[in-house]
């Protein structure tokens, strides 16, 4: 188990959501053999170009199925890599009831 560590609020700084992607993307792999937690508190999610997720905005529920079928092969890969990396994924994520559809 890892030791808590209090994070350093003068550090850090508020990412529009594509600079995010990139930045996280650019070093989502320097973490080896470490943790990475991902806290999420919004109760309706909106991922505007995220295929999948603009088929279940309008409701094609088979699409959206069909389409996050179709990430299946890159997702084990992602995994194999954090599995072979010794990375520790973890979400959180607060929500409120009515539970949205999405979650």
Same mark, same amino acid.
């Given at each position: 188990?890892?030791? /808590? %560590? !209090?994070?350093? *609020?003068?550090?850090? =700084? %508020?990412? +529009?959501?594509? +600079?995010?992607? *990139?930045? /996280?993307? #650019?070093? *989502?792999?320097?973490? =080896?053999? !470490?943790?990475?937690?991902?806290?999420?508190?919004? !109760?309706? /999610?909106?991922?505007?170009?995220? $295929? #999948?997720?603009? @088929? /279940? #905005? $309008?409701? @094609?529920?088979?699409? =959206?199925?069909?389409?996050?079928?179709?990430?299946?092969?890159?997702?084990?890969?992602? #995994? =194999?890599?954090? +599995?072979?990396?010794?990375?520790?994924?973890? %979400?959180?994520?607060?929500?409120?009831?009515?539970?949205?559809?999405?979650?």
């Amino acid at each position: 188990m890892s030791e /808590f %560590r !209090q994070l350093d *609020q003068s550090i850090g =700084a %508020r990412l +529009a959501r594509n +600079a995010y992607r *990139q930045e /996280f993307r #650019s070093l *989502q792999w320097e973490i =080896a053999g !470490q943790e990475s937690w991902k806290l999420e508190r919004k !109760q309706h /999610f909106k991922e505007p170009g995220v $295929r #999948s997720w603009e @088929a /279940f #905005s $309008r409701g @094609a529920w088979s699409e =959206a199925l069909r389409l996050i079928e179709e990430e299946r092969d890159y997702l084990r890969e992602f #995994s =194999a890599e954090v +599995a072979r990396l010794n990375i520790g994924l973890y %979400r959180v994520r607060v929500v409120e009831e009515p539970i949205d559809l999405y979650l």
